[in-house]
């Protein structure tokens, strides 16, 4: 069976979606298209910002975490292969599919929003933080597409 190429698989999916309504489903192996995650990283006061602790001006700071944690954060995340775009109070993570699955020990559901025109990764459980990771990083998670009309 012959390889088909990655930009005539895009062209495919995305013609089903907007002619025929298609939802598109391909796996993390099918596809070299990069997704993007947001690791939240832990706050220097130990707080978790997944809490039940509501966030506001007074406490945000004891959420926040240190601009040495946020700099180590993404060195790691580099030295693991994602590409780190923005590090802030989270940190952006891009890569590979098959990337985030080894490296947090998932399996992940991809799917073609035809709203954000872009692939949203749906994860089977939550990631599992590796060890290099586990001082800095409190959680993984993937950003859902904001729905606007309902």
Known sequence: MR???????????????????????????ETSLTISAEALLKSQSGRSV??????TTENIKTFTPSAQTIQEAKRRF???????PIANTTLTIMGKPIQFEEVFKIK?????NKTSNSIVAYPSSEPIIPDSLKDLVEAIVFPKPVDLIK
């Open 3 to 29: 390889k088909i190429s990655q930009s005539f698989m895009v062209a495919y999916y995305v013609l089903c979606l907007l002619f025929v309504g298609y939802t598109i489903e391909v796996t993390a192996q």
């Open 50 to 55: 997944r809490s039940d602790v509501p966030i």
């Open 78 to 84: 580099q030295s693991l292969g994602f590409s780190v």
């Open 108 to 112: 992940l559901n991809l799917q073609f």
